[in-house]
T-cell receptor, first 113, second 113 residues
Framework: DGGITQSPKYLFRKEGQNVTLSCEQN?????MYWYRQDPGQGLRLIYY???????QKGDIAEGYSVSREKKESFPLTVTSAQKNPTAFYLC????????????FGDGTRLSIL | GNSVTQMEGPVTLSEEAFLTINCTYT??????LFWYVQYPGEGLQLLLK?????DKGSNKGFEATYRKETTSFHLEKGSVQVSDSAVYFC????????????FGSGTRLSIRP
């Protein structure tokens, strides 16, 4: 079955540590996205990528970094510069970047030790 | 700019009650409209969509009609079940707005047996 796989499901970060969240899709989608969701709130866009080797900042990119070396993969690194990283992180993909629905992974919950 | 406004929750109903969750939008161009559902601890799933004025999206007993004159896309279901308890997000995308889907803040729905 095609879909989006996020791992791990739960992740813990120590102070001053960078952590990387994995997102893999086998839907042959061009565009991929990372969102942050805080309790009781909607989704905020962190980064998105329309094609391989290209990505753009979303609304809350500070303290995060991404790469898009392969079409299937769009990992997100939460750096030590992100002072409030505790949240639920959602990865999504879409067929292309215009008017197409997005397909979501099951999310990664990041907490601070 | 583009934006989505949906009714604040939580919304609590008894089983078999009629459901309406209001959603209005502001957009330049001709948006596509979506409703997504998020069950606890999971990512978002596309529930239904409509791509042009007067289109009706439907799925699993839920319906929403794209009303250009009132810039609305209200979600309705005639008889809700306990299993419909989730958070519902209204969203739009505009072809001219590269790659972004704009999400509403979400409405939490709880159904009492």
């Amino acid at each position: 079955d095609g879909g989006i796989t996020q791992s791990p499901k739960y992740l813990f970060r120590k102070e001053g540590q960078n952590v990387t969240l994995s997102c893999e899709q086998n839907l042959n989608h061009d565009a991929m996205y990372w969102y942050r969701q805080d309790p009781g709130q909607g989704l905020r866009l962190i980064y998105y990528s329309q094609i391989v080797n290209d990505f753009q900042k979303g609304d809350i990119a500070e303290g995060y970094s991404v790469s898009r070396e392969k079409k299937e993969s769009f990992p997100l690194t939460v750096t030590s510069a992100q002072k409030n990283p505790t949240a639920f992180y959602l990865c999504a993909s879409s067929l292309d970047h215009s008017n197409q629905p997005q397909h979501f992974g099951d999310g990664t919950r990041l907490s601070i030790l | 700019g583009n934006s989505v406004t949906q009714m604040e929750g939580p919304v609590t109903l008894s089983e078999e009650a009629f459901l309406t969750i209001n959603c209005t939008y502001t957009a330049t161009g001709y948006p596509s409209l979506f409703w997504y559902v998020q069950y606890p601890g999971e990512g978002l799933q596309l529930l239904l969509k409509a791509t042009k004025a007067d289109d009706k999206g439907s799925n699993k007993g839920f319906e929403a009609t794209y009303r250009k004159e009132t810039t609305s896309f209200h979600l309705e279901k005639g008889s809700v079940q306990v299993s419909d308890s989730a958070v519902y997000f209204c969203a739009l995308s505009v072809e001219s707005s590269a790659s972004k889907i704009i999400f509403g803040s979400g409405t939490r729905l709880s159904i009492r047996p």
